[in-house]
């Protein structure tokens, strides 16, 4: 299938060669000398060349360079041959070894094997590979070969001065020698048959013709020798060598030399020198020519890449007015002579035998305006054979003699009337268009037999064309839209009057009226219409989007019967029974971009010629082919960006990736491979998950999506070549994008647990503080009975006994101040409760200002001083219900023992707080006591046991006749 494809496609070998495109620097290829190209199974072609291994896609370059810190790269950069074997491993032979590359982390490994290699390195120049996975090598120095499936080299006669070699189709390696021999390597590949020799030191190129099945040779009695079919080369320009050799069909031969490319035809015996642009003397010097799987011709020079693109459209261009201005308006075929105005330049005449064209010119004075020719119209039939529609009206010439005559298209007094339009009829007259109206002119002689005014019309506009079905006379306007005459009749309407459908294009220009049978074709600022002179239907084709809303400025029809438009941006071609609409630009090998009204013409034999704004465009369309290469897909790079960076991820064989949640931001390239006109490709693309449907992207290869939505995505890409032929299996890549943390089920799990707990602990706690509320009821209750309760006893005795003092005769003063004082220490209680159970007041630094008020109340005689350390934050730290009594009656409960037993003069309190401890140092300058003789009473027992229930360290220092000193040290909360 492949082979009678690239059959096909190079027959036009024969015919006129595509201008081949030229691969250089300058459009990013990394070294001008080209060794060798190849395609590999993705559809990549691989460059070698003297500065790098270049994978280019159609696009773009990607570079691999030997770096000497990094193992996994290519070897040298000097890169000369690259070929795949059976399982599609790619082989790269350079200066220095061979590589294999690895295309899922786009690196290599080496062999070199210098131990076994004669003469140290292996400078590969050429690689070909047989039917059993070897790699046979053409070094400088010998053949060798390399195991694909052991991964050993192996090397015939070190000594052999090897030239060039080639596989034939039984898996036998030839070889010739610098020495001018051609030889056959044995089985074993460690030595040589001699089939040829020839006593010259001479070396012979040799090429196996996988279509022609024979062995390229240089000497016509190397045929009877060699026990092998073989061609033999033609004799090439001043004995050129012929050092690159490839077929493309059974008959013909390319070949590259020192001094150019040539195509060989081996049935004719013709050599045809193949011009490579403005040959120089590097881009002469041939190093090889390769096909790719398209049929595509990649012509590797020391000056650049060319290729050879089998689908180019065979455009060619004819620059008529040399060294001036080129701007085509009208046009006209005679007997292989082309007649055509430069705007304003006057009328040329081309030649299309010899290529030559001249200014034609005119007798006498002609008149104002002549020079400048809208239309161009063939008459046989009159003395004058070429009809002008010029700015100084009618001129019937005679290109033979120089003759004119002027036709006088005059309606009203005007002396010069603008002719633009003249349309042949099959009677004996022309319809002529004027500024004033339309004329019949006879085409004998040239008389205006009759005149139809169209004042009401042409004062507001401008006639472009004619055209007449049956016995209606459509007339085109610039502004007016298409007016209808009835010739029969002598009716005058408008078509957008005739026909409902037509007031779209009512005041649209209207640049030229083609007549398709019964069927009016109108070429509009507005695109293509149509309307059945008939059926009355009147048709869109805008629903094309090549041809919505289009200037066409010309319209014509080929052989079969697909319509050809001239517009503003290059030609376009319909085809209304497939209904495929195809446009063709400067990337297809127009020169002309800009076409021009009544500047189309289709020759006797089929040619088209559209003139434009530099020179005519000249084809045939049955050689325009599609491209029917249908391009495979790739997505290249993710590009993902977070807050602070973006990062690019290499798709190459990966099918999936993992993103977080940041990522969210990404970039996707892909390519589709088609190396005839890249740009003109076409994609569409979905994330299904997030886009409703495909997008459909003509002229980018990216798509970015902003800020996806955690979830899982599949990305599908479909492309399409430069005619629009796509690929029906999508390139396909899956993206997941994690969730934020707190969208995880485990976080949510985990919140609802600790909202859980939280509310567990909230209602132990809430139940902890009813409990602590009932246990300092029952406390208060309780010291309500002991003190309260105890010092209103102590009141109501003293107050029996005072009273019966008091009816005995005399009370004693001492029992009033008893009860005074049990009134006051009642109130002091009572006051400490209060304080104990405020909610308001359970800081440490009340606490402080509550203990520093009870010793003053406590301590009469000495005087108390507070040394307060704390900080204001440990001042504001809580105190629990329990924290806050127990260290208060601690308290209270040393100055009580101080002002009971120590007889001080001083007392002192040192407060403060380190590594979120308490620290309470109560002391006194009191009588002291011996710790070891005394037992702890109730007071010291008591002061212990609240140490205790505070989880606080208790400390007592006393000395006779020093004082006492008791120390406090506990964990704050």
């Given at each position: 299938?492949?082979?009678?494809?690239?059959?096909?496609l190079?027959?036009?070998v024969?015919?006129?060669?595509p201008?081949?495109?030229?691969?250089?620097?300058?459009?990013?290829?990394?070294?001008?000398?080209?060794y060798?190209?190849y395609?590999d199974?993705?559809?990549?072609l691989?460059?070698a060349t003297?500065?790098?291994?270049?994978?280019?896609?159609g696009y773009?370059?990607k570079?691999?360079?030997?770096?000497?810190?990094?193992?996994?790269?290519?070897?040298?950069?000097?890169v000369?041959?690259?070929l795949?074997?059976?399982?599609g491993?790619?082989?790269v032979?350079?200066?220095?070894?061979?590589?294999?590359?690895?295309?899922?982390?786009?690196?290599?490994r080496?062999?070199?094997?210098?131990?076994n290699?004669?003469?140290?390195?292996?400078?590969?120049?050429h690689?070909?590979i047989?039917?059993?996975?070897?790699?046979w090598i053409n070094?400088?120095?010998?053949?060798?070969w390399f195991?694909?499936?052991?991964l050993?080299?192996?090397?015939?006669d070190?000594?052999?001065?090897a030239?060039?070699?080639a596989?034939?189709?039984m898996?036998r390696?030839?070889?010739s020698?610098?020495?001018?021999t051609i030889?056959?390597i044995?089985?074993?590949?460690k030595g040589f048959?001699?089939?040829?020799?020839f006593?010259?030191t001479k070396?012979?190129p040799?090429y196996w013709?996988?279509?022609?099945?024979t062995l390229?040779?240089?000497?016509i009695?190397?045929?009877?020798?060699?026990?092998?079919k073989?061609s033999v080369?033609?004799?090439?320009?001043?004995?050129?060598?012929?050092?690159?050799?490839?077929?493309t069909d059974?008959?013909t031969?390319?070949i590259g030399?020192?001094?150019g490319?040539f195509?060989?035809k081996k049935?004719?015996d013709q050599l045809?020198?193949i011009?490579?642009?403005n040959?120089?003397?590097?881009?002469?010097?041939i190093?090889?020519?390769?096909?790719?799987k398209n049929?595509?011709i990649w012509?590797?020079?020391?000056g650049g890449?060319?290729h050879?693109d089998?689908f180019?459209k065979?455009f060619n261009?004819?620059?008529i007015?040399r060294g001036?201005?080129?701007?085509?308006?009208?046009?006209?075929e005679?007997?292989?002579k082309?007649?055509?105005n430069?705007?304003?330049n006057?009328?040329y005449?081309?030649d299309l035998?010899t290529?030559?064209?001249?200014?034609?010119s005119?007798?006498?004075?002609p008149p104002?305006?002549?020079?400048?020719?809208?239309?161009?119209k063939?008459?046989?039939?009159?003395?004058y054979?070429?009809?002008?529609?010029t700015?100084a009206?009618?001129?019937?010439?005679n290109?033979?003699?120089g003759l004119w005559?002027?036709?006088?298209?005059?309606v009203s007094?005007?002396?010069?009337?603008?002719?633009?339009?003249?349309y042949?009829?099959?009677?004996?007259?022309?319809?002529?268009?004027?500024?004033?109206?339309?004329?019949q002119?006879?085409?004998k002689?040239?008389?205006i037999?009759k005149?139809?005014?169209?004042?009401d019309?042409?004062k507001?506009s401008i006639?472009?064309?004619?055209?007449?079905?049956?016995?209606?006379?459509?007339?085109?306007?610039?502004?007016?839209?298409?007016?209808?005459?009835?010739v029969?009749?002598?009716?005058?309407?408008?078509?957008?009057d005739?026909?409902?459908?037509?007031?779209?294009?009512?005041?649209?220009?209207t640049?030229q009226?083609?007549k398709d049978?019964?069927?009016?074709?109108l070429?509009?600022n507005?695109?293509?219409f149509s309307?059945?002179?008939i059926?009355?239907?009147f048709?869109?084709?805008?629903?094309h989007?090549?041809?919505?809303n289009?200037?066409?400025?010309?319209?014509?029809?080929?052989?079969n019967?697909?319509?050809?438009?001239?517009t503003e941006?290059g030609?376009?071609?319909?085809?209304?029974?497939?209904?495929t609409v195809?446009n063709?630009?400067?990337n297809?090998g127009?020169e002309?971009i800009e076409f021009n009204?009544?500047?189309v013409?289709k020759?006797?034999?089929?040619?088209?010629y559209f003139?434009?704004?530099n020179g005519?465009?000249?084809f045939?369309?049955?050689r325009?082919?599609q491209n029917t290469?249908?391009?495979?897909?790739y997505?290249?790079?993710?590009?993902?960006t977070t807050k602070?960076?973006t990062?690019?991820?290499?798709?190459?064989?990966?099918e999936?990736?993992?993103l977080?949640w940041?990522?969210?931001?990404?970039?996707?390239?892909f390519v589709a491979?088609?190396?005839?006109?890249?740009?003109?490709?076409q994609?569409?693309?979905?994330?299904?998950?997030?886009?409703?449907d495909?997008v459909?992207?003509?002229?980018?290869?990216?798509?970015?999506?902003?800020?996806l939505?955690?979830g899982?995505?599949?990305?599908?890409?479909l492309?399409?070549?430069?005619d629009?032929?796509?690929?029906?299996?999508?390139a396909?890549?899956?993206i997941?994008i994690l969730?934020?943390?707190w969208?995880?089920?485990?976080?949510r799990?985990l919140?609802?647990?600790t909202?859980?707990t939280?509310l567990w602990?909230l209602?132990?706690?809430?139940?902890?503080?009813?409990?602590?509320?009932?246990?300092?009821?029952?406390?208060i209750?309780?010291?309500l009975?002991?003190?309260?309760?105890?010092g209103?006893?102590g009141?109501?005795l003293?107050?029996?006994l005072?009273?019966?003092?008091?009816?005995?005769?005399?009370?004693?003063p001492?029992?009033?101040?008893?009860?005074t004082?049990n009134?006051?220490?009642?109130a002091s209680?009572?006051?400490?409760?209060?304080w104990?159970?405020?909610?308001n007041?359970?800081?440490l630094?009340d606490?402080?200002?509550k203990?520093r008020a009870?010793g003053?109340e406590?301590?009469?005689?000495?005087?108390?001083?507070?040394?307060?350390?704390?900080?204001?934050?440990?001042?504001l730290?809580?105190?629990?219900a329990?924290?806050?009594r127990?260290l208060?009656?601690f308290m209270k409960?040393?100055?009580?023992?101080?002002?009971?037993?120590?007889?001080?003069?001083q007392?002192?309190?040192?407060v403060e707080?380190?590594?979120n401890?308490?620290?309470?140092r109560?002391?006194?300058?009191g009588?002291g006591?011996?710790?070891s003789l005394?037992?702890p009473g109730?007071?010291?027992g008591?002061?212990s046991?609240?140490a205790?229930?505070?989880?606080?360290?208790?400390?007592i220092?006393?000395?006779l006749?020093?004082g006492?000193?008791?120390?406090?040290?506990?964990?704050l909360p």
């Amino acid at each position: 299938m492949l082979l009678s494809l690239l059959l096909g496609l190079f027959q036009l070998v024969q015919q006129d060669l595509p201008t081949p495109q030229v691969i250089n620097t300058q459009n990013g290829l990394s070294n001008n000398i080209v060794y060798e190209t190849y395609q590999d199974k993705s559809g990549y072609l691989w460059i070698a060349t003297d500065n790098g291994l270049n994978r280019y896609d159609g696009y773009d370059f990607k570079t691999f360079y030997y770096n000497s810190e990094d193992s996994t790269t290519i070897s040298s950069n000097i890169v000369r041959t690259v070929l795949e074997d059976s399982t599609g491993n790619l082989w790269v032979g350079t200066f220095d070894g061979l590589n294999l590359y690895n295309p899922k982390t786009e690196s290599f490994r080496r062999f070199k094997n210098d131990k076994n290699i004669p003469n140290g390195r292996l400078d590969i120049q050429h690689m070909t590979i047989d039917g059993k996975g070897k790699i046979w090598i053409n070094s400088l120095r010998t053949i060798g070969w390399f195991d694909t499936n052991t991964l050993e080299f192996g090397f015939t006669d070190p000594n052999y001065p090897a030239s060039t070699m080639a596989v034939d189709n039984m898996d036998r390696v030839w070889s010739s020698s610098k020495t001018g021999t051609i030889d056959l390597i044995e089985a074993d590949g460690k030595g040589f048959i001699q089939k040829a020799a020839f006593h010259i030191t001479k070396k012979q190129p040799l090429y196996w013709g996988v279509y022609s099945e024979t062995l390229w040779v240089n000497e016509i009695n190397f045929q009877d020798k060699l026990n092998v079919k073989t061609s033999v080369l033609p004799k090439l320009p001043n004995a050129a060598f012929a050092r690159e050799l490839l077929e493309t069909d059974s008959n013909t031969l390319w070949i590259g030399t020192e001094i150019g490319l040539f195509i060989y035809k081996k049935r004719e015996d013709q050599l045809t020198e193949i011009k490579l642009g403005n040959a120089t003397t590097l881009t002469s010097a041939i190093r090889s020519i390769d096909m790719d799987k398209n049929g595509g011709i990649w012509v590797g020079t020391l000056g650049g890449l060319f290729h050879f693109d089998a689908f180019q459209k065979p455009f060619n261009h004819l620059d008529i007015v040399r060294g001036a201005g080129d701007v085509i308006m009208g046009l006209e075929e005679i007997d292989g002579k082309i007649y055509t105005n430069a705007l304003g330049n006057g009328l040329y005449e081309y030649d299309l035998r010899t290529g030559n064209s001249r200014k034609l010119s005119f007798k006498g004075n002609p008149p104002v305006g002549f020079d400048f020719i809208w239309s161009i119209k063939s008459v046989p039939e009159s003395n004058y054979p070429l009809w002008l529609a010029t700015d100084a009206g009618l001129l019937l010439y005679n290109p033979e003699n120089g003759l004119w005559k002027d036709s006088k298209l005059h309606v009203s007094n005007k002396p010069i009337n603008p002719s633009f339009s003249i349309y042949l009829t099959d009677r004996d007259f022309n319809w002529v268009s004027a500024q004033e109206g339309v004329h019949q002119v006879r085409k004998k002689d040239g008389k205006i037999l009759k005149t139809l005014p169209l004042f009401d019309y042409t004062k507001e506009s401008i006639i472009q064309d004619l055209t007449q079905i049956g016995s209606q006379l459509f007339i085109a306007t610039e502004g007016v839209g298409t007016i209808i005459y009835n010739v029969k009749t002598e009716a005058i309407s408008r078509l957008s009057d005739v026909v409902p459908d037509a007031t779209s294009i009512a005041s649209t220009p209207t640049w030229q009226l083609f007549k398709d049978d019964k069927t009016l074709w109108l070429a509009t600022n507005r695109g293509l219409f149509s309307y059945h002179t008939i059926s009355g239907a009147f048709n869109s084709f805008n629903e094309h989007s090549s041809l919505n809303n289009r200037i066409i400025f010309s319209i014509e029809k080929d052989e079969n019967d697909v319509f050809w438009m001239g517009t503003e941006r290059g030609l376009i071609s319909y085809d209304r029974r497939s209904e495929t609409v195809y446009n063709y630009k400067k990337n297809d090998g127009l020169e002309n971009i800009e076409f021009n009204r009544k500047s189309v013409k289709k020759s006797t034999d089929g040619i088209l010629y559209f003139g434009g704004v530099n020179g005519i465009t000249v084809f045939d369309p049955n050689r325009i082919q599609q491209n029917t290469v249908i391009p495979k897909v790739y997505i290249k790079n993710l590009a993902v960006t977070t807050k602070d960076s973006t990062y690019n991820l290499p798709i190459n064989d990966l099918e999936s990736v993992v993103l977080p949640w940041n990522g969210n931001t990404i970039q996707l390239e892909f390519v589709a491979i088609n190396f005839t006109n890249p740009d003109q490709n076409q994609y569409k693309h979905q994330l299904v998950g997030y886009d409703p449907d495909w997008v459909k992207q003509e002229n980018s290869r990216l798509a970015r999506y902003v800020r996806l939505p955690p979830g899982s995505y599949e990305f599908n890409v479909l492309g399409a070549n430069n005619d629009g032929l796509w690929n029906p299996i999508p390139a396909q890549f899956s993206i997941e994008i994690l969730p934020p943390f707190w969208q995880t089920w485990w976080f949510r799990t985990l919140v609802l647990l600790t909202i859980i707990t939280m509310l567990w602990a909230l209602y132990r706690y809430r139940v902890k503080k009813l409990l602590e509320v009932e246990r300092m009821r029952l406390r208060i209750a309780g010291d309500l009975h002991d003190e309260v309760g105890s010092g209103l006893s102590g009141i109501a005795l003293t107050g029996d006994l005072l009273q019966r003092q008091l009816q005995n005769g005399g009370a004693k003063p001492e029992l009033v101040e008893r009860i005074t004082k049990n009134a006051r220490n009642l109130a002091s209680s009572l006051d400490a409760i209060v304080w104990l159970i405020d909610p308001n007041k359970e800081s440490l630094g009340d606490l402080l200002i509550k203990t520093r008020a009870v010793g003053s109340e406590l301590l009469n005689q000495p005087i108390l001083e507070v040394d307060d350390r704390l900080s204001d934050n440990d001042r504001l730290k809580p105190l629990s219900a329990d924290q806050k009594r127990h260290l208060f009656l601690f308290m209270k409960e040393g100055f009580n023992n101080i002002a009971k037993h120590a007889k001080a003069k001083q007392v002192s309190l040192t407060v403060e707080s380190r590594e979120n401890e308490l620290h309470l140092r109560l002391s006194d300058n009191g009588v002291g006591f011996d710790t070891s003789l005394i037992d702890p009473g109730h007071g010291l027992g008591s002061l212990s046991n609240r140490a205790e229930l505070l989880k606080a360290e208790f400390s007592i220092k006393s000395t006779l006749g020093k004082g006492t000193e008791i120390g406090l040290k506990m964990k704050l909360p």
